[in-house]
């Protein structure tokens, strides 16, 4: 009798089993053996399957399911058995008793994806999704008497969707439009408010110093605010902080805080279930040290929080991490901007403030300076006419500069106007153009000029179309040398065109977007002079737009450029101004083509011819050649005059090229250079005269407006023997001119002092020596060299007292300039700021024995001290800790070099770092020589006394 029930239930699996041992007399269905046919068919179909499925089966809706669909119902099962499907999923049958009785009244099958449940099947009130489908069951007469259903859960996809849809919400946000950080991370709150399943309340802290402060939280109209602290101390947490744990979340320990009901007792979610469990993350900023704040997110009652949900809560607090961080850099950008912009603002103003400041005093400078020109009645000599032409041209050139600072500004600060008349455009440019054609044609140059009459009258400021027209003329005179410059004004049904076209060298594509910003200069370039502010192109550009056009540009290098200026004619038929025409028409093209015309030539007038016979001027080194390189006319004839004055020979040329060549072909006594020149500059010139082995020697003195220590120490470190910066006095210049001679001619003396004596006999017996001398200056050590040369084993002194690592290392023969045949020592001292002191005593009493005279010595010191200060204060990232002084006395003469073991590279910036180098060549012949290994400073003073 019970064999049919055992078959029926065979091959079920675990729960066919289990369906077999249960007392089916026991519930609605009755015995098995008085189940109809499609009863039992159905239970085979259902237990037969590998996919969940359910058979609901009569009035009360008897379950009856296998394995698969089991393992769905979690706790749940095996009770649900035969049992009431209402009673065994209560808390999910409103949800399907629709479904369920709409297959059993209308006999069709339904189906349904994602349907949402609440299930009870691990211990709490889960949420659940299943995609369903559900058929009418029939009995053997063919009535609906049940609801067979298929299934498969959907949850994890349909809540990892879910997820990555907040976490790209929020992405949206952190895209750098919200340029406040409190309104970025109310925007975020906003978005989660709108997931509360997976995120039923959310808070952001962000640090604020030493405190925590809440920007925004969800849940406004639950109270959530009242709740949560507004500020937390981190210091001083408190115990509400405490219990949330955002102290620790603080300090970048995650958190997971439990009874958050007891805190937050308001209920929350789709099925208002208080929320038990919150997690304090800490908001990832980038530095390791300290987060950027912390993010309190309540846990879902519903989800349990396993791996993902965990990772999730990760990605999260990322991802309004990233926001937060963007519109943080976002709200320090916009201030940069504001402050460079008030910067910007500030500057303009004061150019407008110092350019018209500076008119006054120009004012009385032109013009007595033109009264001396003109006065027929005391006619100025020849000579003094010369000095008083070269202070008038200047002066009228810085005149130019203010005025194209005052109208740059004026443009900048949005004050310029366009004082427009009605022009004949054809006319007034040819006339502009035909100021230049003597410059042009001066230049070997042709102009060409194409202005035939246009159709119709134009409107334009004629005092800015000729800042237009002369700035682009200067320009390309300034930059083309072989060719022509060919000037074009035409027009069409839409626009005139102002086109300027040469065959100079040209503008690479890389300059051409960054061509018309303000002191913006193509690096490098070949030009007719270096001088300029980097403003008329950005001139150009800026009145082209006053006038209501713009300016394009088209250029290949080596084949020529061409600028076209633009007039729409609706800008060119605006209505003309009415009354007086301003003043100042013609200066602009006067003074472009003065400024123009010294590139070209020397001004007119003859040097001075040096008289080496007689006269005050003659000196000890009256008929010295020099070489003079400045790119300026006025000042090569003004140098020119003060240096021939001194009787000696001057050559001048226009740059540091030509000034290479010139050395090469008859080498001079002495080279004076300007640094900025077009081509090969003076720091150039210096580096590669340096390089040579037959200029190494060569006297250097470079002539820069560039004022400061910055520029003084480049030039000297580069092996330049002295350094002036503009304006100087002349009486100064010729005064370093002849210290430079003059250390020249000694150092020459005492390199052919051994060569003399080496015919004489041999010393009785060797002198004490070092075992190497000095590196000669300008030619860098190898890297595993010392320039000055001592024990291998040489160490600091560990009490801070220097070490004498040798007075005599050696019997060898004489050092090869005779220097060390009376003294030769060297000491060590630790790298540190009372080093000074001790080297200074150490020295003094050194050479007190040897009855130096008094003066000499303490400039030594002074000298010596500067070079030991710099090593310790500049030497970065030293291999050893510690400054090498050698001292060496012989030849009469004293050296004394100073040597770190760090670069110079990168170093802090020093208040005195010029004057200090200065001060050093003022009281000796000083070398620098420096490598990766270490900088060597050398300091050679000829003895007065009896030593």
């Not at 981190?234 to 970048?252: N, R």
């Not at 200069?521 to 209501?548: D, K, N, Q, W, Y």
């Not at 390089?691 to 220590?709: E, I």
Request: with cysteine.
């Amino acid at each position: 009798m019970t064999r049919p029930s055992t078959d029926l239930f065979a091959g079920g699996g675990d729960t066919g089993r289990l369906m077999a041992e249960l007392d089916w007399a026991r519930t609605p269905l009755g015995p098995v053996t008085g189940w109809p046919q499609s009863l039992r068919a159905a239970v085979r179909l259902v237990l037969s399957s590998r996919y969940p499925m359910l058979l609901l089966w009569g009035e009360s809706f008897s379950q009856l399911y296998n394995d698969a669909y089991s393992a769905l119902i979690g706790d749940k099962h095996p009770a649900a058995l035969g049992d009431d499907v209402r009673v065994t999923l209560a808390e999910g049958w409103d949800v399907l008793a629709p479904l369920i009785r709409e297959a059993m009244a209308t006999g069709v099958a339904s189906w349904v994806p994602a349907l949402r449940l609440l299930l009870e099947r691990a211990g709490y009130r889960e949420e659940a999704y299943f995609s369903v489908s559900h058929a009418p069951a029939r009995d053997d007469d063919g009535r609906t008497v049940g609801v067979l259903t298929v299934c498969s859960e959907v949850t994890e996809q349909v809540v990892g969707e879910r997820r990555l849809r907040l976490l790209r919400d929020l992405s949206v946000v952190g895209d750098g439009r919200t340029v406040d950080v409190d309104a970025t991370g109310a925007r975020l709150i906003d978005v989660i408010d709108g997931h509360p399943l997976d995120v039923p309340f959310a808070a952001i802290y962000l640090h604020d110093g030493a405190v925590l402060r809440r920007i925004a939280c969800t849940g406004s109209d639950q109270g959530h605010a009242r709740v949560l602290p507004d500020t937390v101390v981190l210091a001083d947490p408190g115990p509400v902080a405490d219990a949330w744990g955002l102290a620790d979340a603080a300090e970048g320990r995650p958190t997971q805080v439990t009874d958050v009901a007891d805190r937050l007792p308001l209920p929350a979610g789709p099925w208002r279930d208080p929320v038990h469990t919150a997690l304090a993350l800490p908001l990832p900023s980038g530095d390791e040290d300290q987060p950027l704040g912390v993010l309190l997110a309540g846990v879902s009652p519903s989800r349990g929080l396993d791996e993902a949900y965990r990772s999730f809560n990760q990605l999260l607090a990322q991802q309004i991490s990233m926001a937060l961080r963007n519109a943080q850099e976002y709200e320090e950008e916009r201030r940069r901007v504001e402050a460079l912009a008030e910067l910007d603002r500030v500057k303009t103003d004061f150019f407008a403030n110092v350019s018209h400041e500076f008119r006054t005093p120009l004012t009385l400078i032109l013009g007595p300076l033109a009264d001396a020109l003109t006065d027929a009645t005391a006619p100025l000599a020849p000579g003094q006419r010369e000095r008083v032409e070269t202070a008038w041209r200047n002066a009228t050139r810085l005149l130019t500069l203010v005025n194209n600072l005052l109208t740059f500004s004026s443009l900048e600060a949005g004050r310029a106007r366009s004082d427009a008349r009605v022009v004949d455009l054809a006319a007034l440019t040819a006339e502009l153009t035909g100021v230049f054609r003597a410059a042009v044609e001066r230049a070997g140059l042709t102009l060409e000029v194409i202005c035939p009459p246009l159709p119709r009258p134009v409107t334009v400021d004629p005092v800015n179309w000729e800042r237009i027209v002369t700035n682009l003329l200067s320009n390309a005179l300034k930059y083309t040398f072989v060719g022509h410059i060919r000037v074009t004004l035409d027009s069409d049904d839409e626009e005139v065109r102002l086109t300027v076209a040469d065959t100079g060298i040209g503008i690479a594509d890389r300059d051409l977007p960054k061509l018309f910003e303000r002191f913006h200069r193509v690096r490098g370039a070949r030009s007719r002079s270096h001088e300029g502010t980097g403003i008329g192109l950005a001139l150009v550009h800026e009145l082209a737009r006053l006038e209501g056009g713009e300016v394009r540009v088209s250029s290949r290098v080596g084949v020529g450029t061409t600028f076209t200026v633009a007039l729409p004619w609706s800008a060119a038929r605006r209505p003309a101004v009415t009354g007086p025409r301003q003043d100042g028409r013609g200066d602009a093209a006067r003074a472009a083509v003065q400024e123009a015309t010294s590139w070209l030539a020397e001004p007119g007038g003859s040097l001075p011819k040096p008289d080496l016979a007689s006269g005050p001027t003659v000196d000890e080194f009256a008929g010295a050649r020099i070489l003079l390189a400045d790119d300026n006319t006025d000042m090569r004839a003004y140098l020119s005059r003060l240096l021939t004055g001194q009787g000696w020979r001057v050559r001048a040329v226009t740059d540091g090229r030509q000034a290479l060549d010139e050395v090469h072909r008859e080498q001079p006594d002495l080279v004076l250079t300007d640094v900025m020149m077009p081509g090969l500059d003076g720091f150039d010139l210096v580096r590669l005269l340096r390089a040579d082995p037959a200029t190494r020697a060569l006297p250097v003195l470079v002539l820069s407006a560039r004022a400061g220590g910055e520029a003084s120490v480049e030039g000297l470190s580069l092996g330049a023997d002295d350094y002036l910066v503009k304006p100087f006095a002349a009486a100064e210049l010729i005064a370093r001119v002849r210290a430079a001679l003059r250390r020249a001619r000694d150092r020459t003396q005492r390199v052919a002092a051994p060569a003399t004596a080496a015919g004489d006999a041999a010393p009785a017996s060797p002198r004490p020596t070092l075992v190497s001398d000095l590196a000669p200056a300008g030619k860098p050590p190898a890297e595993d060299e010392s320039p000055v040369a001592g024990p291998a084993d040489a160490v600091p002194s560990t009490t801070g007292e220097p070490r004498i690592d040798a007075s005599v290392v050696a019997e060898a023969p004489a050092d090869r300039d005779g220097l060390g045949d009376i003294l030769d020592v060297e000491r060590t001292y630790p790298a540190a700021p009372t080093s000074a002191a001790a080297m200074r005593r150490d020295v003094r009493l050194t050479l007190d024995d040897l009855g130096v005279d008094p003066d000499v010595l303490e400039e030594l010191l002074l000298a010596a001290s500067e070079a030991m200060n710099n090593a310790v204060e500049h030497a970065q990232r030293p291999s050893r800790p510690e400054v090498r002084l050698r001292v060496q006395v012989g030849g009469g003469l004293i050296r004394i070099s100073v040597r770190d073991f760090g670069t110079w590279r990168d170093r802090r910036p020093a208040m005195d770092r010029g004057r200090g180098a200065l001060l050093m060549n003022a009281y000796g012949d000083v070398r620098l020589v420096s490598t990766a290994a270490g900088t060597t400073v050398t300091i050679e003073r000829r003895l007065t006394g009896p030593a």
